[in-house]
């Protein structure tokens, strides 16, 4: 779910990067062009593991990194590997007290475990809250909220990790809302990747040809890039049904 705590006129070029981890936790790194009015924020729904806590979820820096999806994109056309070696995706320190800020490069960023948590954010930050009272099946959901600076650009790549409620799917949060409502359809400008073996090819999918390591600069990726593995693409543009893509895996 690509979702804004206010309007934005603009959104472009959105670029989304998904693998699953040895021990079930999702790695997630997102990009866009966008236009900001105002400061606001861009809050991202995932299905986090029930009873996972306030430290579930880990931001990482990829600012040394803004041609990471240009260089994914390098790839293409494209053929499957397995998975190898150790994975530094592992498991996610438990914890209490206030939701943390964080500063990930040009960002400022937060983890909010649950829908009835946003009260903890700056009231700029959150969603109306019949936008929740539309969306029952996020109920379960924790949140990446990312604050945005007023301004038209595209900015570094934004990243994170948190342990999945289902690890045999890859979830990609590609619902809209860009108005604070919900529509059955909206506009879509999307290419997604991922690694992993899928459980039934098709749907638009492309192996690359060649690993990750003959284009990604995997070492500043944090461990989110497994240079061993192949990558596969699905790009979406035009209309289609408002709702997030999420890939079974065998």
């Not at 979820?57 to 150790?86: C, E, H, I, Q």
């Not at 040009?106 to 954010?121: C, D, T």
């Not at 899928?198 to 890039?225: D, F, I």
Request: aromatic share 12%.
């Amino acid at each position: 779910m690509c979702c804004f705590s206010g309007p934005v006129p603009e959104v472009q070029n959105t670029r989304l990067f998904a693998r699953m981890g040895q021990r079930g936790n999702q790695v997630l790194v997102y990009q866009m062009a966008v236009e900001v009015p105002a400061d606001l924020a861009m809050i991202l729904p995932v299905p986090v593991a029930k009873g996972a806590g306030e430290k579930a979820m880990t931001f990482y820096d990829l600012s040394a990194y803004p041609t990471f999806f240009a260089d994914l994109n390098a790839l293409y056309p494209m053929p499957k590997a397995r998975s190898r070696g150790n994975d530094p995706f592992g498991a996610v320190e438990r914890g209490g007290g206030k939701l943390a800020v964080i500063a990930v490069g040009a960002f400022e960023a937060s983890f909010v475990p649950g829908v009835g948590e946003f009260h903890r954010l700056d009231e700029r930050f959150r969603l109306p809250d019949q936008v929740w009272d539309e969306l029952p099946g996020y109920a379960d959901y924790g949140f990446a909220v990312f604050k945005l600076k007023k301004g038209k650009g595209e900015a570094h790549p934004m990243a994170f990790a948190f342990p999945s409620a289902d690890p045999k799917k890859l979830f990609f949060p590609t619902l809209h809302i860009h108005d604070g409502k919900v529509h059955d359809e909206e506009r879509f400008d999307h290419t997604l990747y991922f690694q992993g073996n899928r459980a039934e090819m098709g749907g638009g999918w492309q192996e690359s040809p060649g690993l990750a390591s003959s284009r990604v600069k995997c070492p500043l990726t944090h461990g989110m890039v497994r240079p061993e593995l192949h990558v596969l693409r699905r790009t979406m543009q035009g209309t289609f049904p408002n709702g997030d893509v999420v890939v079974a895996l065998a």
